[in-house]
Structures are given as structure tokens and as C-alpha cells.
């Protein structure tokens, strides 16, 4: 068994915490309240996500060290937050666009071209910001490193990621996962170069079983374990069609995203070689148990799907998962 199927052989009761990490916004005593409050929801592991943003979806530099993106003294913070509350973590550093553009846009010509911006220039810079990342998740002793998210258009470049991956070994000596979008589990061609096959599982409330036998076909081609990084569905009218649209249109609605929770839980739970899910998300600053109701957000604090998250993990983290 390898390292990292062993690692996920208790499923993975996960949580992404502190999304975007907006410089300090992590440096808060309730940025700690909210993540007590997170482990209190019989969350075992945690995915502690940030973002460095770059100007345009053609840009070539990735400024991780200047605002708005956490300082390291956050992430460290964070990090061994976690660990004190005994969790699991994986540390997921993750590229935004100023402009706001999603960065599965992100893009230039599949061959370099003298005087354009190309690949080789970004995949320079991104490689600084991830080899950076890998050090602290290794210095930090993190369970596991992601190293990009939803990065549809650069899939594409194989090489680069080979010899990505292949720096961050050297660097960091956990398991290694990248998070792909929905949908793109059968297009990535490198998992073979990864401990862990993740994605972001934000299908249709009807369409997961349809879904999850085609991620099957990929999970055992590879022999990779396999989880959900990123999953959920917003408290909101209509979500449960389309969980990935933050900015869907809709009153306010927990039976929502409840109906969309027990959809999503008990077709992965079927599956054995679903290793878990790293739901989508708990914020640093989050809002009070009074105005529950009235958010329509990912979160799920104070919402009918937090009862039924925890009464589904805590069965869940019981069971070996293969």
C-alpha cells in the first residue's frame, strides 16, 4: 500500500478553511474562533487555501509575497492551529486573477513565440510560488500538498507539470495532489505523476451517479486514491442544479442545501474508492449562529446541513475506505 492510500484509508471528513486568506484576515482571534468551530463538526482533516493573484489571465508573474495574499506568519498560524486541534492538513496555495477572470482561464499559446507571454515564463513563476508553498507544508509537517486548482487551460501542459512536480519533490516529502475542475477527471494526462487524484465535485444534485462511474474508469486506470477537494452546494434557491454558481440568483434556502447534502453523501458513500471530501467552505471571519438562516453561502454553520455533515462524518471516519 502507498504512503498515500494509507494515509486516506480513513476517510477524508474534510473542510476547506479561510478561503481567499486576504492579508489579515487570518491574524484574528476569530479567524481562530472559526476554525475551533470548524473542528467542532467532527472535521478531521482541513485543506488551508489561499490565493496570490496576478494581474490578468496573461500574465506571467505571480506576486505571492505582496498583498492581498496571507503572509507566511499566517499560514504557519493557521497551519498549526490546525495541528493543535488535530487535524489533518493539506495545504492548498491556489492562483487567482486580479481582474477576475477564473483561472481555469488562465492561458497563452501552446508554443512559446519570441516577444508573447508564454508558458515558460508563467510556469517560472508559478514554480516559485508553489516550491514556496511546498517548503512550509514540509517544514509544517503537512499531510498533504496541493499544488493548483482548477487550472483547465495549463492541464494541457504536460511537461511543465511533470518537471513542477518533480521540484516539489525535492522539496516537500508528503503526498502530492492537484485539484482538477468538473468534468476534466478523464482529461488530465499526469496523474500518474501524483500520489492523489482530486477534483471539484460540483455536479447536478441527479447527476453524481452518472458522474462518479466516469471518475471511476480514471481512478482505476491510474490505481491513484481519490477525493473530492473541493464539494458543496450553496444555501440558496436552485443551487442544487448548480452548486458550482456562487452567484446564482435565489432566496435564501438551508432545506437546499440540505437536499443537495444527502444527495452528495450518500452516492459517495456507496463508493468505496471515494476517499472522502474536503467540503467547500468554512470562512476565517464567520458569521453568527443568529444570521445562519440568512446566509446563502457555501458554509454550512448553523444550517440543517451542518447536523447531517456531522451525523455522515462521524459515521464515515469509522469506516476504511479502498
Excluded at 262 to 288: H, I, N
Aim: proline share 5%; with cysteine; aromatic share 14%.
Amino acid at each position: 500500500m502507498s504512503a498515500a492510500a494509507e494515509l486516506l484509508g480513513t476517510a477524508v471528513c474534510g473542510m476547506t478553511w479561510g478561503w481567499v486568506g486576504t492579508r489579515g484576515s487570518w491574524a484574528t482571534p476569530a479567524a481562530r474562533t472559526s476554525m475551533q468551530a470548524m473542528a467542532e463538526h467532527s472535521v478531521n482533516w482541513t485543506a488551508i487555501a489561499y490565493a496570490a493573484e496576478q494581474a490578468t489571465p496573461f500574465s506571467t508573474e505571480i506576486p505571492f509575497t505582496e498583498e492581498p495574499t496571507v503572509t507566511d506568519v499566517e499560514i504557519v498560524s493557521a497551519i498549526r492551529h490546525a495541528h493543535e486541534l488535530g487535524l489533518q492538513v493539506c495545504l492548498k496555495p491556489v492562483v487567482n486573477v486580479a481582474d477576475g477572470t477564473w483561472r481555469a482561464n488562465i492561458g497563452f499559446f501552446d508554443w512559446d513565440v519570441p516577444g508573447e507571454p508564454s508558458w515558460t515564463e508563467w510556469f517560472e513563476s508559478y514554480r516559485r510560488f508553489i516550491l514556496h508553498a511546498a517548503a512550509i507544508a514540509e517544514a509544517e509537517r503537512c499531510a498533504m500538498l496541493c499544488i493548483g486548482c482548477e487550472m483547465v487551460r495549463a492541464e494541457g501542459q504536460e511537461t511543465h507539470w511533470r518537471s513542477l512536480i518533480a521540484a516539489v519533490r525535492g522539496v516537500y516529502s508528503g503526498p502530492i495532489t492537484y485539484n482538477c475542475d468538473k468534468y476534466q477527471e478523464d482529461r488530465v494526462t499526469w496523474w500518474d505523476a501524483v500520489d492523489v487524484i482530486s477534483s471539484s465535485g460540483y455536479y447536478p444534485i441527479d447527476a453524481w451517479e452518472t458522474q462518479l462511474d466516469r471518475i471511476e474508469t480514471v481512478v482505476r486506470r491510474f490505481d491513484k486514491p481519490f477525493f473530492f477537494m473541493e464539494a458543496g452546494c450553496p444555501s440558496r434557491e436552485g443551487s442544487a442544479q448548480l452548486p458550482n454558481d456562487w452567484n446564482l440568483v435565489g432566496a435564501p434556502s438551508g432545506a437546499e442545501q440540505l437536499r443537495y447534502y444527502e444527495a452528495m453523501f450518500g452516492a459517495c458513500t456507496r463508493r468505496p474508492w471515494v476517499r472522502g471530501l474536503m467540503l467547500w467552505d468554512w470562512p476565517a471571519e464567520l458569521y453568527s449562529l443568529e444570521h445562519a438562516a440568512d446566509n446563502d453561502d457555501y458554509c454550512p454553520y448553523g444550517k440543517p446541513a451542518a447536523a447531517y455533515m456531522v451525523q455522515q462524518y462521524s459515521a464515515w471516519a469509522s469506516e476504511s475506505r479502498a
